[in-house]
């Protein structure tokens, strides 16, 4: 690797990838390792890990030139499955919520609504929209990360699913906010996709209540 571009550190192990603080030339960066998985045979790993590097890698590149803010990709090494993307300056918005007040809350949850329409608009699905993977720097930009789940698909069910597997992260991490959040959540993403398509919103909505009560993502003993 060029002596320009370093790992300084590891700062997150998980278990499809590692997060490493490093520099590239100048810049503050973070390097995505996806790391092999010794029970699958090494053949198919190898391709496994170079197809999620890559899938993740442009699907990043694609969404910031639609305006939203996510870390802007330097370099994709898809043979050793590293992504080298700019490092955020920021806290995850779990461990602010509670210090919001209301206005800001609502201003937060609302510009988030607004960035997962423009993504369902565009075709993508982040899979994994959590308070976690959602970044608030101190000039209150918001970043959305991690688009190791993400996958293209145009249909209102994957479109309903991410925003449902986003308001049970709400209930079971932010219950007390969670009813506000959402909503504001909702009115964001109702404003900007009813732009596009207004029955094909008011469809994906309708649909997350649907999967809720067929049971899909939540025990019996928790249906309405």
């Known amino acids: 690797m060029n002596s320009e571009i370093y790992k300084e550190k590891l700062i997150h192990k998980g ?9 590239w ?8 390792h996806r790391i ?6 090494e053949e198919i790993d190898n391709k ?10 442009r699907a990043l590149i694609r969404v910031k030139n639609y305006g939203i803010n996510v870390p802007q990709v330097y370099e994709i090494d898809p043979q050793n499955a590293i992504i080298i993307m700019r490092y955020i300056e920021g806290e995850k918005l779990k461990n602010l919520i509670e ?16 960035m997962v329409a423009i993504l369902h608009k565009n075709g993508h699905i982040h899979g994994d929209i959590t308070t976690s993977n959602l970044l608030v720097t101190n000039e209150e930009n918001i970043f959305l990360i991690d688009f190791g789940l993400h996958e ?28 506000f959040c959402f909503n504001a ?11 596009l398509d207004f029955n094909e919103c008011k469809s994906i909505i309708k649909n997350v209540n649907a999967i809720e009560t ?11």
């Open 99 to 114: 210090t919001l007040n209301i206005t800001k809350m609502e201003k937060i949850f609302n510009e988030i609504g607004i």
């Open 36 to 41: 092999p998985k010794k029970y699958r045979i």
């Open 152 to 179: 293209y698909s145009d249909t209102i069910e994957d479109k309903s699913v991410d925003l449902h597997l986003f308001k049970r992260v709400l209930i079971s991490s932010h219950g007390s906010n969670y009813e």
């Open 15 to 23: 278990a499809e990838a590692s997060l490493y603080l490093g520099k």
């Open 25 to 32: 030339f100048d810049k503050k960066v973070i390097f995505k």
């Open 214 to 224: 067929r049971g899909r993502y939540v025990k019996s003993e928790d249906r309405k």
């Open 48 to 57: 496994i890990r170079l197809e999620r590097t890559l899938n993740e890698g």
């Open 185 to 195: 959540f909702l009115e964001g993403y109702r404003s900007e996709y009813e732009k």
